[in-house]
């Protein structure tokens, strides 16, 4: 491992560039001193690790030798109970519930009904255009999104103060599935009005975000890959002969979709949606030569781990693939891992199913211009991935 200067790190470590690659810092740094090395970042000296197995160990021993540490920043935007930042106890009481509620609605047919209507309507929306501006349209949503959520909250919060009565005495309603969803989770007793709230919108923006991402990724790396997008669009349109005209899809259609999920699990470790992670070291903690001093900051690199020629063959090359190898699985770390692994992670790809599925057998597209996925560190498209957009008239649906 070798020493750097301890100033200026941060800038250079945040330095946009292209998400499917390791960018110039790391390329830099890990040439020079290897897969784990020391810096200054964050204001914190600093271990970072591209090695896939120190990640392991440093996600696996999460409030045992290492704990989360976000900068404080980001405490501020996601609120001081999100699920990303508590430990301890808290974190288990609350990881409990979303991962609960996430595992009870995620194959409940009512639950994918709602989400393949959304994604109609959204494609719906796009007949009669030639071009879409895909991730700038994604992001505008996550904002309406957000603020529909916290209306929602603030008009329970005061029903319930009014003993849920409305002027004519009867309950007032909200759309069905808006409050089947809030009522699972505002019903829990045992949690305060601040941690419910942290709840709803951990699970509706801390999922919106990235799985928005990740489709704009997907359509990027397909939009550049005509042989998977032939592919992809055999497995939907054989799932499509299976079922009566528009019947909706369902958790057996989902489990059919093999191409699909090799291609998003590609689209995840090219595209890298969560770059890293932060942690700081609990105690002094050894791992092999590594020697990590206690209250560092300890940055596990997905990228590098994703990018790693000797896990991976040709590994800047998008090919799904290469994921017939069910080994893959262990050589990618894209939701994290331990106790903090994503509680969303099947969901996300059940969303991303049905979207590809309504999206390959409905248009083909072209990426209008030069864009690419930057890593700012979270992904952007800088023009907004701009696509030109013709309808698939050759598939039935
Ligand atoms: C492409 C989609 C997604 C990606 C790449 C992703 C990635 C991640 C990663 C890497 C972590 C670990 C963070 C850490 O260890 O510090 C995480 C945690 C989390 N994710 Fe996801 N996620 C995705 C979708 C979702 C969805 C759909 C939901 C909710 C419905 C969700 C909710 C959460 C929550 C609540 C946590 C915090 C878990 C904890 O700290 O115990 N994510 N996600």
Redesign the pocket.
Known sequence: MGWLPFLGETLAFLKPHKSNSLGSFLQKRCFRYGKVFKSHLFGSPAIVSCDLELNMFI?QNEDKLFQ?SYPKAIHGILGKYS??LVSGDL?KKL?NV?VGF?SSSKSKSNFLQCVEKLLISMFESWNDREQVSFFKEAKTARERLASTVKDLMKERAALKGEAGLTDDGHEEELEEDEEEFLDAILAKENLNEEEKMSIVL??LL??YE??A??MALIVYFIGHAPHVFQRLKEEHQSIRESKKGKEPLNWEDYKKMEFTYHVTCEA?RCGN??KF??RKALQDVKFKEIFIPSGWKVLPI?TGVHFDQSLHEKPLEFNPWRWTDKEMRKKVT???GG???????E??KVVIGFFLHHLVLKYRWKIKTDDLPLAYPYVEFRRGLILEIEPAEDTIE
């Open positions: 996600l989360t699920l990303l974190h990881r979303i996430i951990d699970i801390g999922g990235t799985t991402t990740l995840m949606v969560v992670v932060h997905f894209p939701f994290g106790p903090r692994l994503c509680p969303g992670a969901l996300a």
